[in-house]
C-alpha cells in the first residue's frame, strides 16, 4: 500500500484508510476546479475530506485564494485556518517552494519591480524603448528575459480597412485569430479554422490587416527590434517561444524548456503559460507586455489572478542566487499608480489581499457571500433565459423552498460573456446568498423545478443546463 500519493486533482479522491496529511501546492490554481462532468473543487473537497479523516491539510501558495487568506485570518476575527508564513524566498536548495512554513528558507532576493508609464513613451510602441534597452542589456551581458503576453496568435483579429470587415467566427460571438505562421484565420473557442483571404471577403478589397497583437507578433518585432545585438561570444541572439501553439505535440515543451535552461534562449516570449512554476535560473528580468486589461473586467475575480499571475512571474526572475542582485519585473502600464502595481512593486500580498477584501465585502462578494451560476445552452439565446427565467419564476410557486428562497438573491438571466460558441447560446443566471446552508438547500430543493421547466412552451430548444457552485469565472 502506498505512503504517499502525487497527483492532480483527482487524486482527492483516491483510498487511502490511513490518510493524515493532504498538501495541496499553489491552492489558488483555477485548475483544482473541475468544470466539466463531476463538478468539484479538489481544493474545498481536500479540507472536507480531512475534517471527514481527522487529517490535516497544508494549503500552499505564495498569492492564497482570497477565500483561504481570509479563512487564516486571527482566531479571534473568525478564521478557521492557521496561517503559517514564510516570511523570505526560498533560495536555490528547495524543491517546493511556496509551502508555508514547512520548509527552512535560505534568504532569497526578490526581484526589483519597475513600472513604465505607457503614456509617456511613444504612441502605438509596443515594447517601451527602456524595456527594450533592458533586455538588450542582458543578452550582451549573456543572460536571459522573459517577456509575456496574454494573448496567442499574430493578432486577436483582422479587419478590412475599407469597408470595417472584420474576421468574426461564423458559428460564435467572437473574432478569429490571426496566426501568421500558417496564414491561418482560427476560432479559439470552437476551433473552425481557414485560410486567410487574400481579399476581403466583403468587398475585395487588399487592404486588410492585423489589428493589436499577440504572442507570434511580439516575437517577430521583438527579432527585428534586437536584431542588431550581439551575445557575448559575438553570435546572433535568440528568441523563442513558447504557447499552447508551439506546445500542441507531445514532447515540445520539455524540449522547448530545456532549450532554455540550456542557455541556447536569449529572450524567451509567451503566454501565462511560461509565467508558472518553471524553474529558469538564468533568467533576470521578467516583463509584462499590456497586463492592465485586467484591473477593468467585469469579473470581480480579474484583479486577483492578475497579482498573483504577476507575483508568480516576478519569482521567475533571479532565481539563481547569483542573480539575484540584478533581477528586474517590468510592468508596462497605463495605470501605474494604481494599488494592485504598488502592491507588487513591495511584493505586498498581505497588503493587496486587505485592499481587495475590504472591496468585496462593501459590494457583498465572496468570501462575505457565496455564489452559484445556473448556465443553460440553447438553440436560441430566447430560449435559454427563457429557462432560467421560467425556473426563477416558478421557484416562488413551491412552498417547501420558501424558507431558504427568502435569502437567496436570484439575478436576472444574461448572455454569458461570449454568448455563441459552436452554434450554441449560453446564458446565465447568478445567485447570491449570505447563508452557504441557506444557497445549499436551495439549489437541492430546486432542482425539481429546474428539470420541470424543460418542458414550458417557451423553452424549446434548450439543450443543457449545469449549477455551478461557486464559480470562479462569472
Ligand atoms: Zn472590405
Ligand atoms: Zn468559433
Same mark, same amino acid.
Given at each position: 500500500?502506498?505512503?504517499?500519493?502525487? *497527483?492532480?486533482?483527482?487524486?482527492?479522491?483516491?483510498?487511502?484508510?490511513h490518510?493524515? %496529511?493532504?498538501?495541496?501546492?499553489?491552492?489558488?490554481?483555477?485548475? /483544482? @476546479?473541475?468544470?466539466?462532468?463531476?463538478?468539484?473543487?479538489?481544493?474545498?473537497?481536500?479540507?472536507?475530506?480531512?475534517?471527514?479523516?481527522?487529517?490535516?491539510?497544508?494549503? *500552499?501558495?505564495?498569492?492564497?485564494?482570497?477565500?483561504?487568506? /481570509?479563512?487564516?485570518?486571527?482566531?479571534a476575527?473568525?478564521?478557521? /485556518?492557521?496561517? %503559517?508564513?514564510? &516570511?523570505?524566498?526560498?533560495?536555490?536548495?528547495?524543491?517546493?517552494?511556496?509551502?508555508?512554513?514547512?520548509?527552512?528558507?535560505?534568504?532569497g532576493?526578490?526581484?526589483?519591480?519597475?513600472?513604465?508609464?505607457?503614456?509617456?513613451?511613444? @504612441? *502605438?510602441?509596443?515594447?517601451?524603448?527602456?524595456?527594450?534597452?533592458?533586455?538588450? #542589456?542582458?543578452?550582451?551581458?549573456?543572460?536571459?528575459?522573459?517577456?509575456?503576453?496574454?494573448? +496567442?496568435?499574430?493578432?486577436?483579429?483582422?479587419?478590412?480597412?475599407?469597408?470595417?470587415?472584420?474576421?468574426?467566427?461564423?458559428?460564435?460571438s467572437?473574432?478569429r485569430?490571426?496566426?501568421k505562421?500558417?496564414?491561418?484565420?482560427?476560432?479559439?473557442h470552437?476551433?473552425?479554422?481557414?485560410?486567410?483571404? +487574400?481579399?476581403?471577403?466583403?468587398?475585395?478589397?487588399?487592404?486588410?490587416?492585423?489589428?493589436?497583437? $499577440?504572442?507570434?507578433? !511580439?516575437?517577430?518585432?521583438?527579432?527585428? %527590434?534586437?536584431g542588431?545585438?550581439?551575445?557575448?561570444?559575438?553570435?546572433?541572439?535568440?528568441?523563442?517561444? =513558447?504557447?499552447?501553439?508551439?506546445?500542441?505535440? @507531445?514532447?515540445s515543451?520539455?524540449?522547448?524548456?530545456?532549450?532554455?535552461?540550456?542557455?541556447?534562449?536569449?529572450?524567451?516570449?509567451?503566454?501565462?503559460?511560461?509565467? @508558472?512554476?518553471?524553474?529558469?535560473?538564468? =533568467?533576470?528580468?521578467?516583463?509584462?507586455?499590456?497586463?492592465? $486589461?485586467?484591473?477593468?473586467?467585469?469579473?470581480?475575480?480579474?484583479?486577483?489572478?492578475?497579482?498573483?499571475?504577476?507575483?508568480?512571474?516576478?519569482?521567475?526572475? *533571479?532565481?539563481?542566487?547569483?542573480?539575484?542582485?540584478?533581477?528586474?519585473?517590468?510592468?508596462?502600464?497605463?495605470?501605474?499608480?494604481?494599488?494592485?502595481?504598488?502592491?507588487?512593486k513591495?511584493?505586498?500580498?498581505?497588503?493587496?489581499?486587505?485592499?481587495q %477584501?475590504?472591496?468585496?465585502?462593501?459590494?457583498?462578494?465572496?468570501?462575505?457571500?457565496? #455564489?452559484?451560476?445556473?448556465?443553460?445552452d440553447?438553440?436560441?439565446?430566447?430560449?435559454?433565459?427563457?429557462?432560467?427565467?421560467?425556473?426563477?419564476?416558478?421557484?416562488?410557486e413551491?412552498?417547501?423552498?420558501?424558507?431558504?428562497?427568502?435569502?437567496?438573491? !436570484?439575478?436576472?438571466?444574461? &448572455?454569458?460573456?461570449?454568448?455563441?460558441?459552436?452554434?450554441?447560446?449560453?446564458?446565465?443566471?447568478?445567485?447570491?446568498?449570505?447563508?452557504?446552508?441557506?444557497?445549499?438547500?436551495? !439549489?437541492?430543493?430546486?432542482?425539481?423545478?429546474?428539470?420541470?421547466?424543460?418542458?414550458? &412552451?417557451?423553452?424549446?430548444?434548450?439543450?443543457?443546463?449545469?449549477?455551478?457552485?461557486? &464559480? !470562479?469565472?462569472?
Amino acid at each position: 500500500m502506498a505512503r504517499i500519493v502525487l *497527483g492532480t486533482r483527482m487524486a482527492v479522491f483516491a483510498s487511502m484508510p490511513h490518510l493524515k %496529511l493532504i498538501v495541496v501546492d499553489e491552492e489558488h490554481d483555477p485548475s /483544482y @476546479k473541475s468544470g466539466e462532468g463531476a463538478r468539484y473543487s479538489a481544493r474545498d473537497l481536500a479540507v472536507y475530506r480531512a475534517r471527514l479523516n481527522g487529517a490535516k491539510v497544508i494549503l *500552499g501558495s505564495a498569492t492564497p485564494s482570497l477565500e483561504s487568506w /481570509y479563512h487564516s485570518r486571527p482566531a479571534a476575527e473568525g478564521g478557521r /485556518y492557521l496561517r %503559517l508564513e514564510m &516570511p523570505s524566498r526560498v533560495g536555490a536548495n528547495a524543491v517546493l517552494p511556496n509551502i508555508a512554513g514547512v520548509l527552512p528558507s535560505t534568504a532569497g532576493v526578490l526581484p526589483l519591480v519597475r513600472r513604465v508609464d505607457m503614456s509617456h513613451q511613444p @504612441k *502605438g510602441c509596443v515594447i517601451s524603448p527602456p524595456l527594450l534597452d533592458a533586455i538588450g #542589456q542582458r543578452i550582451a551581458r549573456g543572460e536571459q528575459s522573459m517577456v509575456f503576453l496574454n494573448r +496567442r496568435g499574430y493578432a486577436p483579429v483582422l479587419s478590412c480597412s475599407d469597408c470595417d470587415w472584420k474576421s468574426t467566427c461564423p458559428h460564435c460571438s467572437a473574432y478569429r485569430v490571426f496566426h501568421k505562421i500558417d496564414r491561418s484565420l482560427r476560432c479559439h473557442h470552437c476551433g473552425f479554422s481557414e485560410r486567410v483571404p +487574400r481579399a476581403c471577403p466583403d468587398c475585395g478589397s487588399l487592404d486588410i490587416a492585423p489589428v493589436g497583437r $499577440g504572442t507570434e507578433r !511580439l516575437e517577430e518585432q521583438l527579432a527585428l %527590434l534586437l536584431g542588431g545585438i550581439s551575445r557575448p561570444d559575438g553570435s546572433a541572439v535568440r528568441i523563442a517561444r =513558447i504557447d499552447a501553439d508551439t506546445t500542441k505535440l @507531445k514532447g515540445s515543451l520539455e524540449t522547448q524548456l530545456a532549450q532554455v535552461h540550456s542557455g541556447e534562449v536569449d529572450v524567451l516570449v509567451g503566454t501565462q503559460m511560461i509565467a @508558472k512554476g518553471h524553474d529558469f535560473r538564468r =533568467i533576470t528580468l521578467v516583463a509584462a507586455i499590456n497586463p492592465d $486589461g485586467a484591473l477593468f473586467s467585469s469579473d470581480f475575480r480579474s484583479p486577483e489572478r492578475l497579482f498573483g499571475l504577476l507575483m508568480q512571474a516576478a519569482g521567475r526572475a *533571479g532565481r539563481d542566487a547569483s542573480n539575484t542582485s540584478r533581477s528586474e519585473m517590468w510592468v508596462q502600464t497605463f495605470h501605474p499608480t494604481h494599488p494592485l502595481y504598488e502592491a507588487l512593486k513591495q511584493h505586498d500580498y498581505p497588503a493587496f489581499a486587505q485592499s481587495q %477584501l475590504v472591496e468585496r465585502e462593501q459590494a457583498g462578494m465572496p468570501p462575505f457571500s457565496f #455564489q452559484a451560476l445556473v448556465r443553460a445552452d440553447a438553440r436560441t439565446q430566447e430560449a435559454a433565459q427563457a429557462f432560467l427565467n421560467a425556473a426563477s419564476q416558478a421557484s416562488l410557486e413551491v412552498p417547501e423552498l420558501a424558507a431558504w428562497r427568502a435569502h437567496v438573491s !436570484l439575478y436576472p438571466a444574461v &448572455p454569458m460573456s461570449i454568448a455563441r460558441v459552436a452554434n450554441v447560446e449560453r446564458a446565465q443566471m447568478l445567485l447570491e446568498c449570505s447563508s452557504r446552508t441557506a444557497l445549499q438547500r436551495f !439549489l437541492s430543493g430546486w432542482q425539481t423545478t429546474l428539470h420541470a421547466s424543460r418542458a414550458k &412552451p417557451e423553452c424549446k430548444g434548450l439543450l443543457r443546463w449545469a449549477v455551478d457552485v461557486d &464559480p !470562479l469565472l462569472i
